[in-house]
């Protein structure tokens, strides 16, 4: 895991120190080495963080006849075997890393070079024959990629802060992704907060020419959810998932540095860390929990029990270490989010951030549950969803007055509260079906954006952010209208929200974040799974749960999912009350005009009063810390 940064088509020009400014801004990522490339047309960084191959890993790497040059962020599980593979056709390998292979399949097959790669990863190639580059990233996007252009040259980095590390970074804020944003708590790809900034999308490749300097982006991989093993029987199924799951782990823990596992209440981590201990065995298997004063948010029981289950399974070598979270430290907090370099408002990515700090004192690379819920239907709202369908063909007038007015018998008092988690349904089953899904998601509905909006963003107020999705449909392949909606969260959701947390809480910590449900053959063979497998009356992830029976046992199956949340609402008035109140209120958030402080202040104040606007005055405080760091962006 590393940080890659360059800037290509230099006409010659003198831009190594600007890169090594690039470098310095994301050296977090990788303390162990660094390295930079330069030619007259490109120039490379690299910021190593040493997993595979220690000694002679080191990046940028050029192939035997100065041809090439190669950097990569993240990780090639498949590479001893392309390795073995290329050797016979005649290629020499000078060292056991997995970045050398890419220089080896680029001189064969150019950029169709990714396509044979299985792993996370972002990277770019420089021909310095043809006068051309190639960046690529990952087929669902575990590891980020950023660019943007400055006259026909091309700017890219793994993070943020690298590409603001150079002086013509374009500043203009792109306003209609701030107001998707508010909605979602993310910032929709292949937008970035900055019009000029984009993002590479998961599973696509980016090719500039440099010599008439055409740029092409093009997509080379997307789950296929159109066609279905409809012939295979669950029980067949369920032993095939159990194979490839149980393989997908396995290829994650090769490593030359030690290797642990997260671990909470739930159905994903238990699997992936009883696997791991399971295959680790006789060696000892540190698994890491966070724990949480609040007991609405706390999992460290169910962990705890999780890992007796997993030790009475797998011979007693998993080592458990919780470690309880507090809100402390707001300074820490503002320091987190911003190595998003956008607004970012996933509150996870704190225990996510501070977990990653504990396992770093033991282990280098950590294995974790991401993606499970996207390709097996585990959240909640897909089984809402289903009872939604069985509601819409009444009138939407009708479903309008009668289930807004049964809404209204529950007050909002909080997500997780069961009256809080009884009006978001009946309030989905009051809405449009086109835009229904949206709205169970939405954290700042229109009519709300009118009310709060200033002058700076008034343009904004007619916008409608389902069109984020609604524009989306036509893409969609699945057939069962649930599926659909997961399909489009693993376009959505996993790649702008789930992995950038995981990548940036964990890399902050300079700690390797691995994601065996995300593996290629799993989440193909996922998408061509029945429906009815996956999602049924009651129970979801059904087939991942019966697969992993001596895992998923009754208890652990009958716990209520909690997710990985924070409990921002309370801190909000009690700890980091005061704080907040002075970000919110004293910052271009405000002053800029972008939110009416009278708007501001009345959900400021219903919420110190027991209503529970947490969700929204955390995006707000996110938004203003960002445009307070970014105070010439407008």
């Known amino acids: 895991m590393c940080a890659i940064s360059g800037i290509v088509n230099t006409h010659g020009e003198a831009v190594e120190a600007i890169v090594k400014k690039m470098m310095a801004a994301q050296a977090h990522r990788g303390p162990d080495d660094s390295g930079i490339f330069s030619c007259r047309d490109a120039v490379f960084g690299h910021n190593r963080l040493a997993v595979i191959d220690l000694k002679n890993g080191h990046q940028p790497m050029i192939s035997e006849n100065g041809r090439l040059a190669v950097i990569l962020n993240g990780e090639i599980y498949n590479f001893k075997a392309i390795r073995e593979k290329l050797t016979d056709l005649g290629h020499r390998f000078v060292t056991e890393s997995d970045t050398e292979t890419i220089i080896h399949l680029y001189e064969m097959y150019g950029s169709e070079c990714v396509e044979h790669l299985d792993g996370m990863f972002a990277l770019a190639v420089f021909d310095t024959a043809k006068k051309k580059l190639l960046l690529a990233r990952d087929r669902l996007g575990q590891k980020p990629l950023f660019y943007f252009m400055n006259g026909d040259s091309l700017v890219f980095a793994s993070e943020f802060s690298a590409l603001m590390a150079h002086p013509a970074c374009p500043k203009q804020l792109d306003k209609e992704a701030l107001h998707n944003y508010l909605s979602l708590q993310y910032v929709p790809q292949p937008d970035t907060a900055f019009k000029q900034i984009r993002k590479l999308p998961p599973g696509h490749i980016l090719e500039q020419h440099l010599e008439n300097n055409q740029i092409s982006i093009r997509c080379y991989w997307q789950a296929d959810f159109s066609i279905k093993n409809s012939t295979l029987s669950f029980s067949a199924a369920t032993a095939e998932l159990r194979r490839l799951v149980e393989k997908a782990v396995e290829k994650r823990l090769v490593s030359d540095v030690p290797i642990g596992t997260f671990l909470s209440g739930g159905v994903d981590s238990c699997i992936v860390t009883g696997l791991t201990a399971k295959l680790m065995y006789p060696a000892p298997c540190d698994a890491f929990t966070a724990a949480f004063s609040n007991a609405s948010y706390d999992e460290r029981d169910n962990a705890r029990r999780s890992a007796e289950i997993i030790n009475s399974v797998t011979g007693g070598n998993l080592r458990h270490h919780v470690r309880e979270v507090k809100p402390d430290d707001f300074g820490f907090v503002e320091s987190l989010f911003a190595k998003f370099g956008e607004p970012f408002a996933d509150i996870s990515a704190l225990p996510l951030c501070l977990l990653s700090k504990i396992a770093k004192e033991q282990v280098t690379v950590a294995l974790c549950g991401d993606g499970a819920d996207e390709i097996f239907a585990g959240y909640e709202r897909y089984l809402a969803m289903r009872y939604a369908e069985k509601i819409y063909f009444l009138p939407q007038s009708l479903r309008k007055i009668m289930f807004n007015f049964l809404a209204s018998f529950f007050p909002n008092h909080g997500e997780r509260s069961k009256s809080g988690r009884i009006r978001r349904v009946l309030k989905l089953f009051a809405d449009p079906e086109k835009t229904g899904y949206f709205n169970l998601l939405d954290r700042c509905p229109e009519q709300l954006k009118k009310e709060l909006y200033g002058p700076a963003?008034?343009?904004?107020?007619?916008?409608?952010?389902?069109?984020?999705?609604?524009?989306?449909?036509?893409?969609?392949?699945?057939?069962?209208?649930?599926?659909?909606?997961?399909?489009?969260?693993?376009?959505?959701?996993?790649?702008?929200?789930?992995?950038?947390?995981?990548?940036?809480?964990?890399?902050?910590?300079?700690?390797?974040?691995?994601?065996?449900?995300?593996?290629?053959?799993?989440?193909?063979?996922?998408?061509?799974?029945?429906?009815?497998?996956?999602?049924?009356?009651?129970?979801?992830?059904?087939?991942?749960?019966?697969?992993?029976?001596?895992?998923?046992?009754?208890?652990?199956?009958?716990?209520?999912?909690?997710?990985?949340?924070?409990?921002?609402?309370?801190?909000?008035?009690?700890?980091?009350?005061?704080?907040?109140?002075?970000?919110?209120?004293?910052?271009?958030?405000?002053?800029?005009?972008?939110?009416?402080?009278?708007?501001?202040?009345?959900?400021?104040?219903?919420?110190?009063?027991?209503?529970?606007?947490?969700?929204?005055?955390?995006?707000?405080?996110?938004?203003?810390?960002?445009?307070?760091?970014?105070?010439?962006?407008?």
Not at 544 to 568: D, M, Q, S, Y
Request: include cysteine; glycine fraction near 4%.
């Open 457 to 634: 963003m008034q343009e904004l107020a007619g916008c409608d952010s389902s069109e984020c999705f609604t524009a989306m449909s036509w893409e969609l392949i699945a057939r069962d209208k649930v599926e659909k909606l997961a399909e489009l969260d693993l376009r959505t959701y996993l790649p702008c929200d789930i992995l950038p947390k995981a990548d940036i809480a964990s890399m902050s910590n300079a700690l390797e974040l691995r994601s065996p449900f995300l593996d290629k053959a799993v989440v193909e063979f996922a998408s061509r799974l029945p429906m009815q497998y996956k999602l049924n009356s009651k129970q979801r992830k059904y087939i991942l749960c019966a697969a992993f029976p001596e895992f998923i046992t009754p208890e652990v199956l009958n716990r209520p999912k909690r997710g990985f949340g924070v409990p921002i609402s309370a801190w909000l008035r009690e700890s980091w009350k005061n704080q907040a109140h002075d970000k919110l209120f004293n910052s271009r958030l405000v002053i800029d005009g972008f939110i009416r402080p009278e708007a501001l202040n009345k959900y400021w104040t219903l919420h110190q009063n027991g209503y529970d606007f947490g969700y929204l005055l955390w995006d707000m405080l996110i938004l203003a810390m960002f445009l307070d760091r970014n105070p010439d962006a407008n």
